[in-house]
């Protein structure tokens, strides 16, 4: 029978690695350049992040009227906020808040060629390329019942990073601002057509008052109605004029109330229109980051492929040896 050939042991391992190093050392560096190469071309990734207060009053970062944070605040709030902002109502609001460098990359980033410069001339295709560039980056979230929001931009340049994060913010709260000057405007419009007909009925109410008082005044200064025999009925027409003299002069101070009223909120309404925005504030605006974000996988690359090549050689080296000893077997079964 022919003899089977003996198994390889550790010994024969390190064996096959000392006879067969140059081969594998040399598969090792073609191994760790080759992982090199694949590393390079995996761009790095930097994450910028800007921070909002949601709730300025309620987190008690500012207070109005010395009051203390309201406990009572419902993070609803919060977490609404966090579903608007990256709506494409707010990153409109955000490509326009942009630097010119920031705008720049983001078009590279969206492939776009050459890069827009007029923002109300874009074609829609172009703008939507652009928020679709903007949204796909773009992380807001917020942990728990905090109040502050996070607003985290990706992107292979840190300097788009960090202006995109920025100009969502900054964005947002321009959005909320114009959202609510719109709701003043409307509100003025309306309170101004009120304004408008309370005048023209202030002005009809006095002049029917001071009628009455003019009537009651000729009244009494006539002689001929105190002759005997028209007492009684002069009395009643005095009566009569009297008492629409005072209806007059209700209806003119209710209505002199109403139009106080009106232009009191007609004024403070102005005034809000041109009050900064205390609810929501840029609580750390974003810097541009230094370092890539998320695990460097680079430098595993370079120990996988190093590695790689070294078991690479030492199994060319073990097939070797292995045909070796099948060889040798095969020669002395031939000479027994």
């Known amino acids: 029978m022919r003899k089977a050939p003996d198994p390889f042991t550790f010994g024969d391992v390190f064996r096959v690695i000392r006879k067969n190093l140059l081969i594998s050392?040399?598969?090792?560096?073609?191994?760790?350049?080759?992982?090199?190469?694949?590393?390079?071309?995996?761009?790095?990734?930097?994450?910028?992040?800007a921070r909002l207060i949601s709730d300025a009053s309620r987190s008690g970062l500012i207070t109005t009227n010395d009051q203390g944070p309201d406990e009572t605040g419902d993070a609803t709030a919060t977490s609404t906020m966090v579903e608007t902002i990256s709506t494409s109502a707010v990153l409109n609001h955000a490509l326009a808040e942009m630097s010119p460098e920031g705008f720049a990359l983001l078009a590279q980033s969206a492939k776009i060629d050459p890069v827009p410069?007029?923002?109300?001339?874009?074609?829609?295709?172009?703008?939507?390329?652009l928020l679709r560039a903007l949204s796909q980056q773009l992380t807001v979230n917020n942990s728990g019942r905090s109040f502050?929001?996070?607003?985290?931009?990706?992107?292979?340049?840190?300097?788009?990073?960090?202006?995109?994060?920025?100009?969502?913010?900054?964005?947002?709260?321009?959005?909320?601002?114009?959202?609510?000057?719109a709701v003043y405007a409307k509100m003025l419009a309306n309170l101004q057509q009120q304004i408008a007909e309370l005048t023209n009925g202030l002005e009809a109410a006095e002049k029917i008052a001071q009628t009455m008082r003019e009537k009651v005044r000729l009244l009494a200064q006539r002689n001929d109605v105190w002759v005997e025999g028209r007492q009684e009925?002069?009395?009643?027409?005095?009566?009569?004029?009297?008492?629409?003299?005072?209806?007059?002069?209700?209806?003119?101070?209710?209505?002199?109330?109403?139009?106080?009223?009106?232009?009191?909120?007609?004024?403070?309404?102005?005034?809000?229109?041109?009050e900064p925005e205390i609810t929501v504030q840029l609580f750390s605006p974003a810097l541009v980051p230094t370092r890539p974000s998320g695990f460097n996988v680079k430098p595993i690359l370079l120990m996988l492929g190093v590695l790689a090549g070294l078991l690479a050689g030492l199994s060319i080296g073990l097939i070797r040896e292995r045909i070796q000893r099948h060889r040798r077997a095969r020669r002395e079964g031939a000479s027994a």
């Open 25 to 49: 050392l040399l598969l090792a560096a073609m191994g760790g350049a080759g992982a090199y190469v694949v590393a390079q071309g995996i761009p790095d990734r930097y994450a910028a992040t």
């Open 117 to 129: 410069t007029d923002l109300d001339a874009m074609d829609d295709e172009t703008r939507q390329a």
């Open 148 to 181: 502050v929001i996070n607003l985290t931009y990706l992107s292979e340049s840190p300097l788009l990073a960090a202006d995109a994060a920025n100009a969502v913010a900054e964005g947002y709260l321009r959005y909320r601002l114009e959202l609510r000057n």
């Open 233 to 274: 009925q002069a009395i009643a027409e005095n009566a009569q004029l009297y008492a629409s003299q005072r209806e007059a002069e209700r209806e003119v101070a209710a209505t002199a109330v109403v139009y106080e009223r009106l232009l009191l909120e007609h004024r403070q309404i102005q005034s809000r229109m041109g």
